[in-house]
């Protein structure tokens, strides 16, 4: 590994140990972290992709590769599952929103695909709806079960399902742009 690679996956593993602890040791306050860590989160995928020119956003996409227009679009869709859970009416009336769900952006053209700016108003509109629904939330509502099987395990109550989404699948998809960028040889950016 190269040393660079080194030096991100370092900062990578002290950005989810300073989560973690955020989110385990700071209970009394943690509507506060899980908006302070949203903000950082967001403000980190916005810097990353900031850099990538509109003609190369769905790059290597054609090759099965998840390129950094497909990882968008999954974090943007990926939040509904949220949504449906508490009855949160979120259809969209487009044609894309199916290619996000649930597959690796197998796509045989990239016609009629979100631009970077449409895709990062949708995160962002869709995602500061959920830390508001999430602020609204009883104490009961918190403790209770969410729905996701694939994440039954790991997860114990709609909290954690609430953290994840604002949080760690916002990091991990980060991650994902950043190895996309390299393997496509775009710069490298954020923080």
């Given at each position: 590994m190269s040393n660079g690679g080194r030096q991100l996956l370092a900062a990578g593993y002290q950005l989810l140990a300073t989560g973690?602890?955020?989110?385990?040791?700071?209970?009394?306050?943690?509507?506060?972290?899980?908006?302070?860590?949203?903000?950082?989160?967001?403000?980190?995928?916005?810097?990353?992709?900031?850099?990538?020119?509109?003609?190369?956003?769905?790059?290597?996409q054609l090759d099965g590769f998840n390129s950094a227009g497909w990882i968008l679009g999954h974090i943007y869709v990926?939040?509904?599952?949220?949504?449906?859970?508490?009855?949160?009416?979120?259809?969209?009336?487009?044609?894309?929103?199916?290619?996000?769900?649930n597959t690796r952006g197998k796509i045989d053209r990239l016609e009629n695909l979100p631009s970077k700016a449409l895709l990062l108003e949708k995160i962002k509109r869709r995602y500061n709806a959920l830390l508001k629904v999430y602020n609204e939330l009883s104490d009961a509502q918190r403790k209770g079960a969410h729905p996701s099987?694939?994440?039954?395990?790991?997860?114990?109550?709609?909290?954690?399902?609430?953290?994840?989404?604002?949080?760690?699948?916002?990091?991990?998809?980060?991650?994902?742009?950043?190895?996309?960028?390299?393997v496509i040889g775009i710069e490298i950016n954020g923080y």
């Open positions: 973690y602890w955020l989110l385990t040791k700071n209970k009394k306050n943690m509507k506060e972290t899980i908006a302070a860590l949203y903000k950082f989160q967001l403000n980190y995928l916005e810097k990353l992709v900031a850099n990538i020119p509109e003609e190369r956003l769905y790059e290597k990926e939040a509904e599952d949220l949504l449906k859970h508490l009855e949160i009416p979120y259809k969209e009336n487009t044609d894309w929103v199916s290619y996000f769900q099987p694939l994440i039954k395990g790991m997860l114990p109550n709609l909290d954690a399902w609430f953290a994840h989404h604002l949080t760690t699948h916002i990091s991990i998809h980060c991650g994902n742009l950043v190895v996309w960028k390299k």
